[in-house]
């Protein structure tokens, strides 16, 4: 009875005027669960950010960010309830980090008003602004993911990889069928033989998969997993003895966790990405000044300068600066969702934001727009090295093969607009 | 003092055979129902709604129809996670392609789908009990699985494999899709529930809810008192599987709106349900929503208490909630063993007594 005269005096509140005192950013991280390695280090990784924000420039324009951390555990039901919970807070911006509660959020939040940002996962078709008025996923999403594993090896292999038979592994989901329609576009393009080996949630039972590889040798394997998932594939694949610089993750399949456990034979296995890895950045010495060193660390503070974490910190990072660009547009420090939603609109990260952040070359360049909400779509491609367990960045951010995915994209987000009756935005 | 025939007299055979005969237990009944259609409607609000009471209805519809099958006929089914996604993908495939049609038919369509699906899966329970029974049923909650994920008819070909609810009305009410508002989807499934509750009571204390529980207590003597177990059990599973297609369907359309069937109906939830049926009382209409409310609640209830007001770490409370959830699990069953529905029914005596306990 308590909790509900809080939440109904907290939804009275909410009507009475957004008098809030800090902008709040929602964490649906999970800490537990079967994806809790990838979910812990992305957690940190966004709480640490804020609270540097919050130390080190006492908040954004002036005004403290405030994160408010819920538990999903992966699981939509949860995240329900996390987004209820939390969405009378004021909260600006979403990011679920889980493409099954993201489909959940983008009619919710369209209904409430509030931005969702799903960097590199959700609903691929969501970089069609003209039809997902609130949903963002720049820098880069699955289908350039796919596109630049296919580019990355049309370049090592001389720009012919006809013939040639590349396998996809994928997490049995929403998350895991994404890559497959581009995929199969770019076999028809470039010639390849394209298959593809469910792995059902969660991962952990993949025999019969890898027998299936040992058989078709095929010359590349492409991985969609997370999780555990991850873990079980690359020891898999040691054990096959596949070798493993043919052996490519998408970006949520390449972090320090889902390698080390295979130890030595791990050695050379790549994963794409759109942000860049390590620890040199000017930005972590400020993070070890202002919140390792002062106790305010999210979690145990062992995960940064992870991969994962960095990219948690990435998000973090441009949401902030998206806050930022509202409050210059609106010339008010304390913006409400609808200013935010037009800050993310009007985002640009150019290299010399990024320097003057201390992140210099974290990630590509790129203008968010009112059409595309998915930016440049530029990846680029790292490798693991055992030895020193360390991931580097092996290529450029590059270009993907954009004629395959935007007609998709145009398609897909056309059926979803159908559906829903959306009009078109931009106009 | 509470709970007292005396005084209550009855003078038809109807009467003195009614659900609730005692006058008191009636008019708390009365009363339940009054709040939950008269007053709730009206203060609820998103998160009520969303993340307690619209799961606490489905779940519990979910749990009556389990609770027909495993406690009142005594097959034991581990498929329940597998029947709700018939339901779900029926709704699905109905909604979208007939829009113009009423989701209320659409729920009962679903339900009767899952009914016959539910049949066809129960059929080899006529030949083997128990936890063999078990097995089969858990054949039936990972084939069922499998094939909405496998068949790309049963999401539209959609590029993910998601199934998406688009908006749809009752009587030009938005029941489904964001818009919809939180007094209509509570109200929508309030009378499912309802009804199902009421159906669901009634079989059970007539002639049908008779044969399942002879069949459940010694299926060869009731053969040879002339109980057809043929009839029987699969009459169990296809009401059975009505409740919980309709759950199933609640659950998509009206709750979740975008559903993965692998994460959303796989083996946890036929758990789940077993856990609620089991925990709440077997062969209890009570029970079922009893053990729904538990196992919906007590996750809820503790993460406000661990997080909301003692500010501790999510993941802390998160694993403090399964340690906590277990052992009180283990501490119903032990204390006892009839589950919630019995502990109830010895309050209630208790009641009946005082202040003159014997």
Redesign the interface.
């Known amino acids: 009875m308590k ?2 005269l809080t ?2 005096a907290l ?1 009275a509140l909410m009507a009475a005027g957004p008098a809030m005192a800090d902008l709040v950013f929602p964490s649906l ?1 999970y ?2 669960g079967p994806y ?1 390695a990838g979910g ?1 280090p992305f957690a940190d990784g966004y709480a640490d950010y804020f609270t540097l924000v919050n130390e080190r420039d006492g908040g954004i324009g002036g005004v403290k960010a405030r994160v408010i ?3 999903t ?1 992966y ?3 949860k995240g ?2 996390c987004y ?2 939390t ?2 807070e004021g909260a600006l911006v979403y990011q679920p980090l889980s ?2 509660i993201t ?2 959020l ?3 939040t ?3 008003g509030i931005p969702l940002h799903t960097m590199g996962y959700g ?1 691929t078709s969501a970089a069609n602004g003209k039809v997902f008025g609130n949903v963002f996923n720049y820098p880069a999403n699955y289908w350039d993911g796919a596109s630049g594993i296919i580019t990355y090896l049309l370049d090592s292999n001389g720009g012919d990889i006809k013939g040639k038979k590349i396998a996809l592994l994928y997490h ?4 895991g ?2 890559p ?2 581009t995929l199969e576009e770019l076999s028809k393009k470039h010639g390849f033989e394209l298959s593809t080996l ?1 792995v ?2 969660p991962g952990q039972e993949q025999k019969s998969q890898w027998l299936q590889i040992r058989r078709d040798r095929p010359d590349y394997v492409v991985m969609w997993g997370w999780g555990v998932m991850n873990q079980v594939a690359i020891q898999e694949a040691a054990n096959v003895r596949f070798p493993m610089e043919n052996f490519i993750g998408v970006w949520w399949s390449g972090a320090e966790h889902d390698v080390l456990s295979a130890g030595a034979k791990a050695d050379g296995y790549k994963a794409v990405t759109f942000h860049n890895v390590g620890r040199d950045f000017p930005v972590f010495d400020d993070i070890q000044t202002y919140v390792v060193d002062k106790g305010l660390a999210a ?1 145990a503070g062992d995960q940064i300068g992870n991969v994962l974490y960095n990219r948690g910190m990435y998000a973090a990072m441009l949401a902030v600066e998206a806050a930022k660009t509202a409050q210059e547009i609106h010339g008010v420090a304390d913006i409400t969702p609808a200013m935010m939603r037009d800050g993310m609109e009007a985002l640009e990260m150019p290299e010399a934001r990024m320097s003057a952040l201390g992140m210099p070359y974290f990630g590509p360049s790129f203008n968010v727009s009112c059409e595309n909400h998915g930016g440049p779509g530029l990846v680029g491609m790292t490798q693991w090295d055992a030895d020193t367990k360390t991931w580097s960045l092996i290529s450029d951010f590059q270009k993907t093969d954009t004629s395959v995915i935007q007609p998709l994209i145009e398609a ?1 987000s056309a ?1 979803y607009a159908e ?2 009756k959306i009009g078109g935005r931009c106009n | 003092m509470f709970y007292r025939e005396a005084g209550d007299f009855k003078v038809s055979y109807q009467d003195d055979s009614q659900t609730f005969p005692i006058k008191f237990d009636r008019y708390r009944y009365y009363a339940v129902l009054a709040v939950a259609f008269l007053v709730i409607p009206f203060v609820i609000n998103d998160y009520w709604a969303n993340a307690i009471l619209l799961p606490f209805l489905i779940y519990s519809i979910a749990a009556i129809g389990l609770n027909i099958l495993v406690g009142y006929c005594g097959q034991v089914s581990l498929g329940t996670g597998g029947f709700m996604a018939v339901g779900a993908y029926a709704v699905y495939k109905l909604m979208t392609a007939f829009p113009e049609v009423s989701m209320f038919i659409h729920v009962l369509l679903a339900g009767g789908i899952t009914a016959l699906v539910c049949v066809a899966f129960g059929l080899p329970s006529l030949r083997i009990k128990g936890f063999y029974l078990a097995v089969a049923t858990l054949a039936a909650q990972f084939f069922l699985v499998w094939l909405f994920n496998r068949v790309p008819w049963f999401y539209n070909y959609s590029a993910s494999g998601q199934i998406n609810a688009p908006e749809r009305d009752v009587f030009g009410i938005v029941i489904t899709g964001p818009n919809a508002a939180s007094w209509a989807t509570y109200f929508f499934c309030l009378i499912f529930l309802t009804l199902c509750a009421i159906v669901a009571r009634n079989l059970t204390r007539g002639t049908t809810g008779r044969t399942w529980m002879a069949i459940r207590d010694m299926d060869i003597a009731a053969e040879i008192i002339g109980v057809n177990p043929l009839k029987a059990k699969l009459t169990a599973f296809a009401v059975s599987g009505f409740f919980i297609g309709i759950s199933g369907a609640l659950f998509f359309a009206v709750y979740l709106g975008a559903v993965e069937v692998g994460e959303a109906f796989g083996i946890n939830k036929s758990f789940l349900v077993l856990f609620m049926v089991i925990i709440g009382g077997l062969g209890s209409i009570f029970g079922s929503f009893a053990g729904a409310a538990f196992l919906v609640l007590l996750p809820v209830v503790l993460k406000v208490i661990g997080v909301d007001m003692m500010g501790w770490p999510t993941d802390i409370v998160a694993h403090f909630q399964l340690v906590i959830v277990g052992a009180l699990i283990v501490f119903f069953l032990i204390v006892e063993p009839h589950g919630l529905a019995q502990l109830w029914r010895v309050a209630k005596e208790k009641l009946r007594l005082w202040p003159f306990p014997h």
């Open positions: 909790l509900k939440t109904l939804g991280s800490r537990t809790a812990i951390e819920c538990e555990g699981n939509t039901e329900v309830e209820e919970s969405k009378g493409t099954g489909y959940q983008i009619p919710k369209a209904a409430d609903r049995n989901s929403a998350y069928k994404e497959i329609r469910p059902d949630h979690g897909d059926s559906e829903n």
